[in-house]
C-alpha cells in the first residue's frame, strides 16, 4: 500500500525537459512586487478636506436659480415665511439668512412687516455696473479710460450692422433718434443718447458686448450725478451729436461697413463726446460722491 502522507509530503523533484533541468509548478515562486511608498495626502485628491455648504447657502442656491432660469420674474412676490420653511424644512433664522445672502446680491428686496414680504429682482447691468466702477476706482481709472473701452468696442459693431444692412437696425437706431428729439431736458436726452450707444452693440446679438457696454454707460451715468457735470440749461453739442447720430444710421442703411466704423470713432475720440467740464483723460472716477 502507499502512504498517500509520505507523496505528500515529499519535496518537487525537478524534470528534466530539453535538457535541461525545470522546477516543477509549485516550486515556481514569483518574485514579490517592490513596494511603493504612499502618495501623500496634498498630492492627491483623496483626502482633500469638504466643505459643506450651509443650509442657508443650500435654500438660497435654489431661489437664486429660480431667478436666473426665469422661473421668478422681476416684481414676484416669494410665499411667505411660513411656507417656505415648510418647503424648505428649515428654521426662520436659517431662511432669514438666506434672504440676506440674495439681498446682498440684489435678487430680492425683503420689506418687514404685516405687510412686507420678499420681492424677486431680475439680475441688473447696474449692479455690475457699480461693483466694477469700485473695482475700476480702486485702480484709479479715469473717464478716458471708460470712454476710450467704448471707442474700441463700438465701432466694429456699427460695422457689423452696415455689413447685415438689415432694416429693422437702421429702424431701432432711428427710434433712439427719435427718442431724444423728444427730450425735454438733459438727463432725458442724455438717456436717449446712451440708449443709442447701447442699441447699436445690442443689435449685433452678442450679449457680452451688450452688458459691458450697458455697464460703461451706467458708470458715465453715475459719474455725471456724482459731479453734476450736466448743464442745467440746453445740452452743448446735442445738435452735432444728432447729426452724428443720423449719418451713422445712413452709413449703416447704405451698407458701407468702413465708413461706419470709421465715422463712429471719431464721434467716440471727439471731445465733446467726453464728459463735460474737464479733460476726461485726466479725470479720476469717483463713484462715490
Known amino acids: 500500500m502507499v502512504d498517500v502522507r509520505s507523496i505528500a509530503a515529499r519535496p ?43 443650509t442657508a447657502e443650500l435654500v438660497a442656491g435654489q431661489l437664486r436659480r429660480r431667478i436666473i432660469r426665469g422661473e421668478l420674474a422681476e416684481g414676484d412676490a416669494l410665499p411667505p415665511e411660513p411656507t417656505l420653511m415648510t418647503q424648505f424644512g428649515v428654521s ?11 439681498e446682498a446680491e440684489a435678487l430680492i428686496s425683503v420689506r418687514r412687516g404685516a405687510h412686507g414680504g420678499a420681492r424677486v429682482h431680475a439680475p441688473s447691468p447696474a449692479v455690475a455696473a457699480r461693483y466694477a466702477g469700485l473695482v475700476l476706482e480702486h485702480r484709479g481709472a479715469t473717464l478716458g479710460d471708460v470712454h476710450q473701452a467704448s471707442g474700441v468696442l463700438e465701432p466694429p459693431c456699427a460695422a457689423q ?19 431724444a428729439d423728444a427730450a425735454v431736458d438733459c438727463d432725458a436726452l442724455a438717456a436717449a443718447q446712451a440708449e443709442f450707444h447701447l442699441t447699436l452693440v445690442r443689435l449685433t446679438g452678442n450679449h457680452s458686448l451688450a452688458l459691458v457696454t450697458d455697464m460703461l454707460q451706467h458708470l458715465v451715468e453715475i459719474a455725471n450725478a456724482q459731479q453734476a457735470t450736466h448743464p442745467v440749461g440746453p445740452e452743448p453739442h446735442a445738435d452735432a451729436t444728432r447729426v452724428t447720430h443720423a ?3 445712413e452709413l449703416i442703411e447704405a451698407g458701407d461697413a468702413a465708413a461706419a466704423a470709421d465715422h463712429w470713432r471719431s464721434h467716440l475720440a471727439a471731445p465733446e463726446h467726453a464728459i463735460p467740464g474737464g479733460p476726461a483723460d485726466s479725470c479720476l472716477l469717483d463713484l462715490l460722491g
Open 92 to 102: 426662520r433664522p436659517t431662511l432669514r439668512e438666506a434672504f440676506r445672502v440674495l
Open 247 to 249: 449719418r451713422l444710421i
Open 161 to 179: 450692422l452696415a455689413e447685415r444692412r438689415d432694416p429693422t437696425d437702421a429702424a431701432e437706431l432711428r427710434r433712439c433718434l427719435a427718442q
Open 12 to 54: 518537487p523533484v525537478a524534470t528534466a525537459r530539453g535538457g535541461k533541468l525545470v522546477a516543477p509548478p509549485s516550486a515556481q515562486v514569483e518574485a514579490p512586487l517592490p513596494a511603493r511608498a504612499p502618495l501623500p495626502v496634498g498630492a492627491s485628491p483623496i483626502g482633500r478636506q469638504v466643505r459643506v455648504p450651509k
